[in-house]
C-alpha cells in the first residue's frame, strides 16, 4: 500500500493534507475519478454549472504529481 | 499507560442518566463481572459473522459499528463514545450482525451475556434504563437514514460532526465548541455515503465558512451555532435531556 494525496482543484483548491493509502496510483486514481464524479453529480443536482477543465492531482508524499484527471475525463456525453 | 479505566463507572453513569436507578441498581450494575481489554486503533472488536457470548461496553476511546456490502464497500452505522454499551443485541443474538471497530486506541469491559440478562431480570429499573438505551439508539439511526438519505453532501458532514460533538459534550468528555474530532476524511466518508474525495472538498466548505477550523492535524468545530445551521442540526433526536422515565418511577 502507498500514500497518495487527492487534491482538488475546481473554484477553490481542496489539498488532501492526510492523503489515504491505496495498492497502486491506478487505484489512486480510481478514487479520484469516483470522487470527480460524485462532485460533479451533486452540482448537477443543485443547478450548479460544471467547469470541464477543473481537476483532482494525484500526488506522492513529497508533493510530486504522479496523475491528474481532468473531470472532462470522468464523463461521456453524448448528443 | 496510566489513568485507563478500570470500572464500569462510565457506563452506569450513562445509564443513571434519565433514568430513576435506586443505590442497589448501581451497586448490582457496578459488581457486574467483566473482562478489560484494550486495543489499538482500527483492531475490530467484534466481525460480522462471530459468534457472541460478551456484551462490549466502551470505557474509554471512540469506536464505530460498520457493514460491508460484497465488494467492501464500507458503510460506519454508528460511533461511539465511552460509556456506551456497543452491542446491546449481543445478549439476545447468537451472530453478530455488523463489525466493531475501534477507531482510536480503546478500552472496552467485556461482560458476560447470561450475566447481563440475569441482573436485568432480577432489577426492572435497570432493564428500563437498558432499554431506554436502546430506543435512543433507534432514534439516532432513524436520523442517520434522514441525514445519508435525504441532505445534501455539505449538510450530512456537518450533521455527523454535530452529533458526535454534542455526544461528546454531554458525557462530560469535551466542549461541543472546538471538540477535536477523532476522525479521518475517509472514516467521514464511510459514515456520511460519500466519496473521500468530496468530504475533501466539503471540508474546504465547511473551513471557509469558518464552521471548523484546523488545529494541527485534526479538526475543530469553530463556531457551533454556524454548524449547526449547515447541518440541519436539533439535537432532540439524542433524547439527552429526556428524564420522563426518571419521574415515573
Redesign the interface.
Known amino acids: 500500500m502507498f500514500r497518495y494525496h487527492l487534491n482538488i482543484y475546481d473554484d477553490a483548491v481542496a489539498l488532501d493534507e492526510d492523503g489515504a493509502e491505496y495498492a497502486d496510483l491506478g487505484m489512486a486514481r480510481e478514487a479520484a475519478l469516483c470522487g470527480a464524479r460524485e462532485m460533479m453529480a451533486a452540482r448537477l443536482m443543485a443547478g450548479k454549472p460544471i467547469a470541464l477543465s477543473h481537476r483532482i492531482e494525484i500526488t506522492d508524499g513529497g508533493g510530486a504529481v504522479l496523475a491528474t484527471l481532468k473531470f472532462r475525463e470522468a464523463m461521456t456525453i453524448e448528443p | 499507560m496510566h489513568g485507563l479505566p478500570r470500572t464500569l463507572e462510565c457506563v452506569l453513569s450513562r445509564l443513571a442518566r434519565g433514568s430513576a436507578l435506586g443505590q442497589e441498581d448501581k451497586a448490582a450494575f457496578l459488581a457486574l463481572p467483566f473482562r478489560i481489554e484494550s486495543v489499538a486503533a482500527h483492531k475490530a472488536l467484534v466481525q460480522e459473522g462471530d459468534a457472541v457470548h460478551l456484551c462490549c461496553m466502551l470505557l474509554d476511546g471512540f469506536v464505530a459499528r460498520h457493514k460491508m456490502e460484497q465488494t467492501g464497500k464500507r458503510q460506519i452505522v454508528s460511533f461511539h463514545q465511552a460509556g456506551d454499551i456497543i452491542d446491546l443485541q449481543h445478549l439476545f443474538f447468537s451472530t453478530a450482525d455488523h463489525t466493531v471497530e475501534a477507531i482510536t486506541p480503546a478500552t472496552v469491559a467485556w461482560v458476560a451475556d447470561a450475566a447481563f440478562r440475569g441482573l436485568l431480570r432480577e432489577r426492572p429499573l435497570l432493564a428500563e434504563a437498558v432499554w431506554r438505551e436502546a430506543m435512543i439508539d433507534a432514534s439516532v439511526f432513524r436520523e442517520w437514514v434522514l441525514n445519508i438519505g435525504r441532505r445534501?453532501?455539505k449538510a450530512r458532514i456537518a450533521h455527523m460532526l454535530c452529533e458526535v460533538a454534542e455526544r461528546a459534550e454531554a458525557a462530560g468528555l469535551g466542549s461541543s465548541q472546538g471538540f477535536q474530532l477523532p476522525l479521518?476524511?475517509?472514516e467521514i466518508a464511510d459514515a456520511t455515503g460519500?466519496?473521500?474525495?468530496?468530504v475533501?472538498?466539503m471540508?474546504?466548505?465547511l473551513l471557509?465558512d469558518g464552521a471548523i477550523a484546523r488545529h494541527g492535524?485534526t479538526y475543530v468545530i469553530a463556531d457551533w451555532g454556524r454548524m449547526c445551521a449547515i447541518a440541519d442540526f436539533e439535537d432532540s433526536y439524542l433524547h439527552q435531556n429526556d428524564t420522563r422515565l426518571a419521574q415515573v418511577a
Open positions: 445534501d453532501a479521518t476524511q475517509d460519500l466519496t473521500g474525495v468530496h475533501n472538498r471540508i474546504q466548505d471557509k492535524r
